[in-house]
């Protein structure tokens, strides 16, 4: 079963939605412990980002940008597609591809030297 991670490029159909996305988080699992409520797993999928507006009280925030994310369960993992990976968010180099030409599931390693 696809393992999701950060930086992952993913395609989540579920229910006649589709969204589509970079994965911004991963929780970790946790272990149950007495007396406390136990924890779901999650990811969050980045689907929109846009540009903060420029507040003249708020300048020294490093903060520029408004992350438009989605919530997605463990439960909810097997509906989520790999479509490639990026080195890191700073960085939008493809560092691996879907091997299948729409959106496929098995992954492999990117050999273009102009990525």
Request: positive net charge.
């Amino acid at each position: 079963m696809y393992q999701p991670q950060v930086n992952d490029y993913v395609k989540w159909n579920r229910h006649g939605l589709s969204d589509e996305g970079w994965i911004y988080f991963v929780s970790e699992p946790t272990e149950k412990k007495k007396g406390f409520p136990v924890t779901r797993r999650y990811l969050t999928l980045e689907v929109g980002v846009k540009k903060k507006p420029d507040c003249q009280y708020d300048k020294k925030n490093p903060h520029n940008y408004v992350h438009i994310l989605l919530l997605c369960y463990e439960s909810q993992w097997e509906e989520l597609t790999f479509v490639k990976k990026r080195k890191s968010q700073y960085d939008d180099s493809i560092v691996l591809e879907s091997k299948e030409s729409e959106y496929g599931s098995t992954a492999h390693q990117n050999s273009h030297r102009g990525q």
